[in-house]
């Protein structure tokens, strides 16, 4: 059983780039969440997808987006990056939304 | 708003030691109480959960306790050892789908 892989591990931008991070599930999961982690917090809800569809939301502006794949991988898109956007951006997938959230260990955003 | 509200900030304990960390909550409609460890470098790692209809669980050296009318709960850590070392996430599920997590808790566990 293979956990959660996101790619990539580090990535540094400039302000007002673009961003896309992956995210492969875990194997049988058709349900992945993003996550914001700035430093010193805890994780922040950025949303979810529930067979490729958006199951939820948090309080992040609409230039966080994402898709989920056939597959149930998962992509986050971060449009006009901002200095704030610098963080550790955790995916988490399970099956059906049920409680058993399995996180990946992260990608390191820095934005410059 | 912090919906979820842990302490302490930090802990430092004995190896052999009990740290107990501290969460409370506003929301009812949470209805799953995880814990997470998170080392340096890397996701959090679900440690033990509860559900509200439950008082307490213990799963190896980790337990929870559970306060449904005070809205609250807690970690205990039995028999701590360096290896424990690392910062300590408490959370709860809303709507199913979005958790909700504690500031964290640094501890730390001198040998």
């Known amino acids: 059983e293979t956990g959660v892989t996101q790619s990539p591990t580090h990535l540094i931008k400039t302000r007002g780039q673009q961003v896309t991070l992956r995210c492969s599930s875990q194997?049988?999961?058709?349900?992945v969440s993003w996550y914001q982690q700035a430093l010193g917090q805890g994780p922040q809800f950025i949303f979810q997808?529930?067979?490729?569809?958006?199951?939820g939301r948090g309080n992040f502006p609409p230039r966080f987006s994402g898709l989920q794949f056939p597959n149930y991988s998962s992509e986050l898109n971060v449009n006009a990056l901002e200095l704030d956007d610098s963080a550790l951006y955790l995916c988490?997938?399970?099956?059906?939304?049920?409680?058993?959230?399995?996180f990946g260990s992260g990608t390191r955003l820095t934005v410059v | 708003q912090q919906q979820v509200k842990q302490s302490p900030q930090s802990l430092i304990v004995q190896k052999g030691g009990i740290p107990i960390i501290n969460c409370a909550y506003e929301n009812t409609a949470f209805d799953y109480f995880p814990w997470y460890q998170q080392f340096p470098g890397k996701g959090p790692a679900l440690l033990i959960a509860?559900?509200?209809?439950?008082s307490e669980k213990k799963e190896g050296r980790f337990t929870i306790s559970f306060n449904k009318s005070a809205k609250q709960f807690s970690l205990h850590i039995m028999d701590s050892q360096p290896g424990d070392s690392a910062t300590y996430f408490c959370a709860a599920l809303e709507y199913g789908n979005k958790l909700v997590f504690g500031a964290g808790t640094i501890l730390r566990v001198k040998s």
């Open positions: 997808y529930y067979r490729e569809e958006e199951n």
């Open positions: 509860i559900r509200p209809d439950v």
């Open positions: 988490a997938s399970s099956f059906d939304g049920n409680y058993g959230y399995t």
């Open positions: 194997s049988g999961h058709n349900t």
